[in-house]
């Protein structure tokens, strides 16, 4: 089980610093995982480090290193002890035009230094109405994931992430979760094995909440 808390662009480094001195959570049967900007990470490293909790980064340039200004390298994040990387986050594909295939190559390289990617899927509001909600989610995995090995797939999280609930309040009900959670197993479990998809973490993510999280968590 794995409970992971995207900052998105939010804390500057001293409210970081601020927040992770006396930042206190009870370890029990899930890990847990925080993704926060790039210049918190070194900060996450002083104060999480030895206590179980990880960190990661929300984003990853697909390429070891090069004229791409502004961009992070995955040998950077590795430096910093970041073991996770979102991968495709609705918010990167809509406001920044990330396609398909170019989230598929940054999932390829966070394996290839070692962290575990996390590869964001979810379909529209305009999608789900028209019940094409499967087949978009069936494009994004397929052009991530093709390539991998067992081991390699093995060591992704997918996240199903509706667009349509990402920061806008709305929630997508635990049964609906459930739904599109089994969808992606199966997916999987037709092209790799029935051992490889009931091994293989899923997430939920879109206006979770302390008020919701009990019932989604129940299902998912």
């Known amino acids: 089980r794995l409970i992971a808390g995207n900052w998105k662009m939010n804390r500057t480094a001293m ?5 992770l001195g006396q930042f206190d959570a009870e370890m029990g049967k899930a890990e847990l995982l925080i993704c926060m900007p790039f210049t918190d990470l070194y900060l996450a490293e002083k104060y999480l480090a030895g206590t179980g909790i990880k960190w990661g ?13 502004g961009e992070i390298s995955p040998g950077m994040l590795k430096e910093t002890g970041c073991s996770y990387v979102i991968c495709g986050h609705s918010e990167r594909r809509q406001i920044l035009c990330e396609s398909d295939e170019f989230v598929g190559k940054k999932v390829e390289i966070v394996l290839a230094y070692g962290m575990t990617p996390i590869l964001c899927v979810g379909e529209t509001l305009e999608e789900r109405e028209s019940g094409q909600m499967k087949t978009r989610l069936l494009e994004e995995m397929r052009a991530a ?3 991998l090995s067992l081991e390699e797939l093995l060591r992704t999280v997918i996240a199903y992430e509706p667009v349509w609930a ?32 009931d091994n293989l973490t899923i997430l939920y993510g879109g206006s979770v909440k302390p008020e919701n999280a009990k019932e989604i968590f129940s299902k998912t």
């Open 57 to 69: 980064a929300q984003n990853v340039y697909p390429a070891e290193k090069g004229a791409f200004t």
């Open 145 to 147: 994931l093709s390539g």
């Open 15 to 19: 409210e970081t610093e601020q927040f």
């Open 166 to 197: 990402i920061g806008t309040g709305e929630t997508a009900s635990p049964e609906q979760a459930q739904e599109m959670h089994k969808f992606i197993r199966t997916l999987v479990e037709k092209v790799y094995g029935f051992d490889i998809a």
